[in-house]
């Protein structure tokens, strides 16, 4: 048999096997939009670090004010920003503005501003979301009573909104935490959550050890929600249906200064059998990319050339639909920016070399204009 023909076929494989590792990776809960009515809604306390956020965190405030709920309060923590914030959210009615306090040795910065939130709060449902996020009107309502059947931990998997060419290099970063996380159920002692929207009963919470447990942590999230898989309290991962958007980045730089600072942080927490998941479905995006180049290119006879680029072709649209299965997930449409995954791959990698530089050689990252050591 052709070598050419039998790398393809066992590329064909190989996307077979990245198949069923998707397949089986635990999705994440829905949402009842219909029946989100409750006897008694509790109080709720939203809580909004915010730091050089200038180009989002108007329209954050906007829909937090305009969320169809009885009662509830907002509180901005201001992070000492030094571009326009401070002056934006002081021209905001109707929320509660605290200055962050010094931030101690040993804490990040959105720990730190988490906290300080929580002590500035009264209410018994706690909120935790970010400056770049949007809400939909019925999203509080929807999440509480999720909540309600929950064990007091709750984080939505939001709906990230991207705009421009560089931004789609989030299709492979997030591909990659699901498989390694194993989606909504996480592996024996890692879990995953978002940042960007963690609701708790406030006595949760304060059981966990609030944000004091996760204070010196890059991926507080994550480490939040692993640390209460270790005492039993299972976090409810949702699967957003456009309740919260998000645009977490403008560009590539804030692509790679955004997952540079956390990306291989991640993967170190994952296991060996989560890992070689990852490199089971990359290799295969590899593989399908590289050969289906050489196919087209190394013409032998007529038959042969048309079989193994045939097979070529194949293993190249398995990846794109793996892709843009994984883009309607995050993103909640598709596009035709899939069909350049190879593209998004190599720049997936390049974020992933470059994490890996700054935690293991440098042993420092920068983020919001603050340095980190790792």
Same mark, same amino acid.
């Given at each position: 048999m052709d070598i050419l023909v039998l790398l393809n076929l066992l590329t064909l494989l190989t996307g077979f096997v990245s198949i069923i590792i998707l397949a089986r990776v635990k999705p994440f809960d829905q949402i009842d939009t219909e029946n989100i009515k409750m006897n008694d809604y509790p109080n709720? !306390?939203?809580i909004v670090p915010v730091r050089n956020s200038e180009s989002t965190i108007l329209d954050? %405030? =906007?829909s937090l004010k305009q969320l169809d709920y009885p009662n509830y309060e907002i509180i901005v923590v201001e992070g000492n920003s030094t571009d326009n914030t401070p002056k934006l959210v002081g021209g905001v009615s109707e929320i509660k503005v605290i200055n962050e306090p010094k931030k101690p040795e040993g804490w990040v910065g959105k720990p730190w501003a988490c906290y300080n939130g929580y002590l500035a709060s009264k209410n018994s449902v706690l909120l935790f979301t970010d400056a770049d996020t949007v809400h939909s009107p019925? #999203? %509080?309502? #929807? *999440? /509480?009573?999720? %909540?309600?059947?929950s064990s007091g931990f709750l984080s939505i998997m939001t709906t990230q909104v991207i705009r421009s060419f560089w931004e789609y290099t989030l299709i492979p970063i997030f $591909? *990659?935490?699901?498989? +390694?996380? =194993? +989606? #909504?159920?996480g592996d024996s002692t890692t879990q995953i959550a978002n940042g960007q929207y963690l609701m708790f009963r406030r006595k949760v919470y304060e059981d966990l050890g609030t944000h004091k447990t996760v204070s010196n942590s890059i991926i507080e999230d994550m480490e939040f929600a692993s640390y209460a898989k270790s005492k039993g309290i299972k976090i409810k991962l949702i699967s957003d249906n456009n309740? /919260? !958007?998000t645009r977490m980045y403008f560009s590539f730089r804030d692509v790679l200064e955004g997952f540079g600072k956390n990306l291989a942080l991640g993967v170190k927490k994952t296991n060996i059998s989560a890992t070689l998941k990852v490199v089971i479905v990359h290799s295969y995006f590899i593989g399908s990319t590289i050969l289906l180049v050489i196919s087209i290119l190394e013409f032998q006879n007529v038959s042969i050339w048309y079989f193994s680029a045939g097979?070529?072709?194949l293993n190249y649209l398995i990846s794109v639909g793996i892709n843009l299965n994984t883009e309607k997930d995050i993103t909640g449409k598709y596009s035709w920016h899939s069909l350049l995954f190879p %593209?998004? $791959?190599?720049?997936?990698f390049l974020i992933f070399w470059y994490s890996t530089y700054q935690i293991n050689v440098r042993k420092k990252v920068v983020w919001k204009e603050r340095m980190y050591k790792t």
């Open positions: 709720v !306390s939203i954050c %405030l =906007n019925k #999203s %509080l309502k #929807s *999440t /509480v009573v999720a %909540l309600d059947k $591909l *990659t935490i699901y498989i +390694g996380v =194993n +989606g #909504s159920e309740f /919260v !958007s097979i070529a072709i %593209l998004y $791959l190599f720049m997936f």
